[in-house]
């Protein structure tokens, strides 16, 4: 880390030194200045949920909009105290229910690619590596942020408990070198991002959305032959995680293209639908469509144009009017 990054990190030490409790208290007046005051991000919180849930009433969607804002002022005082929380506590406030299915594989020899998303506190998970064989090298997928000095800082709050953050362009190149090492790896991958314009190949209805999706993490599984598995987070109560891991499959090269990440889709579904506050709801998931996609494509190419097309769409539209008026 440089200077800069050294200096932030001290102070975010010094602050997660303090209990839990008292973060949890810092977290209820945070809430209030986020949601009450600034209203961050939410009109994106309420039209992601009431496209998401249409059949639910107002009130209801309401409701889960404050326990979302309580949450993630929960997750972010969380992540700070993960800058010093102990081995010990941390085993007990976030638990893998069923290690054994990544232990058992491991034995065998074969690598992991474990699917989550944005929900509950995936910087906690971070601290796999305490509850797998000493063999496995755990590690997350990440991309870098803009800004370098907290990006240095999460790097190094990522990394203390023993698992590598790889970053994203050089995923391939780092489970190759582990592989012609004879050392597995139990690699998290966050999938529910929105992709770039190039990177979209396959969409499904998420939901209740048409939503294109990432699908390097199956074509990488496929291609090094990992076992894929998915994080099922839960959250008892208030600063305790449970994690069940749900076998997708060992043998990803006999499964039909996209079943794998549609598996992983209908599987975050499930969960986001069990207690919804607990997904990021603030992230703008679905702001590529499909109508504004196949205006960009080009066929004969295969290649998407990523420059913006605006106008593209609103001559479509102009197009589509016209022709409907004259009928």
Not at 60 to 68: D, G, I, P, S
Not at 198 to 211: A, K, M, V
Request: proline residues 4%; contains cysteine.
């Amino acid at each position: 880390m440089n200077k800069r990054a050294k200096l932030l990190y001290g102070l975010i030490y010094l602050l997660s030194l303090l209990p839990l409790w008292v973060h949890y208290l810092c977290s209820d007046v945070i809430y209030l200045l986020v949601y009450k005051v600034m209203g961050y991000r939410v009109k994106v919180v309420r039209q992601n949920l009431s496209r998401s849930f249409p059949e639910k009433t107002e009130q209801e969607r309401r409701q889960t909009e404050r326990l979302f804002y309580k949450w993630l002022c929960d997750y972010a005082v969380e992540t700070i105290k993960l800058t010093s929380i102990s081995r010990k506590q941390i085993r007990k406030r976030l638990k893998f229910v069923n290690a054994e299915v990544i232990n058992e594989i491991v034995k065998d020899g074969q690598s992991c690619a474990v699917y989550l998303g944005h929900y509950c506190n995936w910087e906690w998970v971070t601290s796999l590596p305490l509850w797998t064989p000493e063999e496995a090298q755990c590690g997350q997928i990440y991309h870098a942020m803009e800004n370098g000095v907290v990006d240095q800082v999460l790097l190094h709050v990522r990394q203390r408990l023993g698992a590598i953050s790889i970053p994203m362009a050089e995923t391939l190149r780092q489970l190759l070198k582990f592989k012609s090492e004879n050392r597995p790896v139990v690699i998290g991958y966050i999938a529910d991002q929105v992709p770039f314009w190039n990177n979209i190949h396959h969409w499904c209805q998420f939901l209740n959305q048409d939503t294109p999706v990432l699908t390097g993490t199956e074509r990488l599984a496929r291609k090094l032959n990992h076992a894929v598995l998915y994080m099922d987070l839960s959250r008892p109560k208030r600063g305790y995680y449970e994690v069940e891991l749900k076998l997708i499959t060992r043998t990803p090269q006999q499964m039909g293209e996209y079943a794998i990440t549609d598996a992983y889709f209908q599987l975050l579904e499930q969960t986001i639908n069990r207690e919804p506050q607990y997904w990021l709801w603030s992230h703008k998931r679905w702001k590529r469509t499909r109508e504004e996609f196949n205006l960009r494509l080009d066929p004969e190419t295969g290649k998407v144009d990523i420059i913006s097309s605006v106008e593209k769409l609103k001559e479509k539209r102009r197009q589509q009017q016209t022709t409907t008026e004259q009928s």
